[in-house]
């Protein structure tokens, strides 16, 4: 059996890429698409007081673990004040979204970030938000807003996590994800569903598929860089966009967003059953990895490794960094898959995390 390259490949045209543009023809008729880029809107600006603006850095990135500093300095102090913070976007289901509110003596931290969030405090004038042991669901605007009563105004920051994108699929095959699906497999592949940033940059450094998925906002998109006719047709390179869709009813893949793990993955030479890999990892002490574990090491490690081998969702794949004849023929780096093959062929080894 030939592998397919699951990300980052250009070019070539495999069984894979065919079905999809049977799709694509069948779907251009009901769906309404654009390579226009898609930003979310945008604050008004109007001229701050009480708040230093522009903030010190609109944009923090940090990575998945680390520590974040949003900068929020007062350059002129009312006598009474609050500051409030919150995080704007993407939202957390059944949370307030205020993360921490002080009055320049006291403040008291809000929400699920709460037991995570601090404030900075270098100096009397610094109102700026620490946010501790950073997870992938943190990214996104957050809002210091000064509150006094006459005249509130706010700054906005965004929180980036380093990482990086890929596209899953369910094991039912291409298209079978309702929204909540593709949250939940993205969130078991050790990954969240990805912001539009972050595929914009994932499809600048290289991402190029032709299969449609799930944004954490609800809207369906996927990234060109090598115009085909099968893919969406001869158009700019950039991201093709179905705009928000039905979250109940429409079913797509999913962009899934992983960053730098603490453990590593390992392989096991094979042949071995799916059963028998599970036991193989558990006998080294890890379990069978998960996607974005994988995915993760070949990105941030340069894991390369060219025997098929199965994760825990039942698929098997291999990472390639340095692509080479006879390593699934495929002239670009990626994490290539043979899909999910029956559980009980004994052919592939495992790629076991610790
Ligand atoms: C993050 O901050 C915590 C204290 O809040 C500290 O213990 C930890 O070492 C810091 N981590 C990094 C990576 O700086
Ligand atoms: C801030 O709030 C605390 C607790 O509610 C209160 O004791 C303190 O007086 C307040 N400080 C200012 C400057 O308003
Ligand atoms: C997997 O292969 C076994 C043995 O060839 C067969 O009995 C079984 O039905 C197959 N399972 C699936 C899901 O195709």
Request: overall charge positive; some cysteine.
């Amino acid at each position: 059996m030939r592998p397919s390259s699951h990300t980052y490949r250009t070019g070539r045209v495999t069984c894979f890429i065919m079905n999809c543009a049977a799709i694509l023809i069948l779907t251009t008729s009901c769906f309404s698409w654009t390579s226009a880029i898609y930003l979310p809107n945008r604050q008004a600006t109007k001229k701050l007081k009480y708040l230093l603006e522009p903030p010190v850095y609109a944009e923090v990135t940090s990575p998945r673990g680390g520590n974040a500093t949003l900068p929020c300095v007062l350059r002129f102090k009312p006598s009474h004040y609050n500051v409030k913070w919150t995080k704007l976007e993407p939202l957390r289901r059944g949370s307030e979204n205020i993360v921490m509110i002080t009055n320049g003596s006291a403040h008291k931290p809000y929400g699920l970030l709460g037991p995570r969030a601090s404030l900075r405090k270098a100096h009397a004038m610094d109102a700026s938000l620490r946010l501790s042991n950073l997870e992938l669901e943190d990214v996104g605007r957050y809002r210091c807003e000064l509150i006094n009563g006459i005249e509130d105004e706010s700054v906005i920051i965004t929180l980036e996590i380093e990482g990086m994108v890929f596209p899953y699929q369910s094991k039912n095959g291409r298209y079978k994800f309702t929204y909540q699906e593709a949250k939940e497999a993205c969130v078991e592949q050790d990954g969240t569903l990805a912001t539009f940033k972050q595929l914009y940059r994932a499809w600048t450094e290289g991402l190029d598929w032709c299969n449609a998925g799930w944004l954490v906002d609800g809207t369906v998109h996927y990234p060109i860089l090598h115009p085909r006719a099968e893919c969406g047709g001869e158009l700019l390179p950039g991201i093709r966009s179905y705009g928000p869709r039905d979250r109940i009813r429409d079913h797509f893949d999913a962009f899934c967003f992983t960053s730098r793990t603490t453990g590593f993955v390992f392989f096991v030479g094979g042949p071995l059953t799916f059963g028998e890999a599970v036991q193989v990892c558990r006998g080294e002490g890890g379990e069978l990895a998960l996607v974005g574990q994988l995915y993760s090491a070949w990105r941030f490690l340069s894991y390369d490794r060219c025997n098929g081998g199965w994760l825990k969702d039942g698929s098997v794949r291999f990472p390639i960094t340095t692509p080479r004849e006879r390593c699934g023929d495929i002239p670009e780096a990626g994490v290539r898959t043979f899909g999910y093959p029956n559980k009980t062929l004994r052919l592939y080894g495992a790629y076991c995390y610790r």
